[in-house]
């Protein structure tokens, strides 16, 4: 489990997803996936988040714009933690992430390297920021995949 207490592995988890992602590719309509277009009401980050949905899980993640370091992260760590997951699954996570980032109650033993944002709900101004490529995604498995 990460230490949540130590902010030098935390700014080393946010750099490491924001400068080298491993979810950020190309959106392109494929069979069986959702696009959603997300951006900013109070910044210039807007991004397209992109779910593939087959045999009852998320096979594939991915998410492609201009982020700043906080969406940018979480976004990444986000699509890798909804990948090979059920619906409800990833809805579940996606929940506990948001509570997470509004100061809600939340569960920290299944946020995994998500809880590099723990104390965002702090710092208002970067709520939208966390929170931008989850409502992509949870909107994408609320409305979209049946």
Known sequence: MI???DK???RQILMEHYTDPDHKAPVTPMPNSFIKYQDSPTCSDEI????????QKVTKAIFD???????????????????????????????????MIVGEV???TTLGELIAFHNIYS???????????????????EEEVK
């Open 106 to 108: 939340y569960d920290e």
């Open 8 to 10: 030098i592995a935390l």
């Open 123 to 141: 710092q208002r101004n970067r709520i939208n920021c966390a929170l931008l490529g989850a409502d992509g995604l949870r909107y994408i498995l």
């Open 65 to 99: 714009g201009v982020t700043c370091s906080i969406s940018g992260a979480a976004i990444d760590i986000l699509c890798d933690q909804i990948t090979n997951q059920s619906k409800a699954e990833a809805l579940k996570i996606l929940s506990n992430y948001h509570n």
């Open 3 to 5: 230490d949540k207490n």
């Open 48 to 55: 397209n988040v992109q779910i593939t949905y087959e045999n």
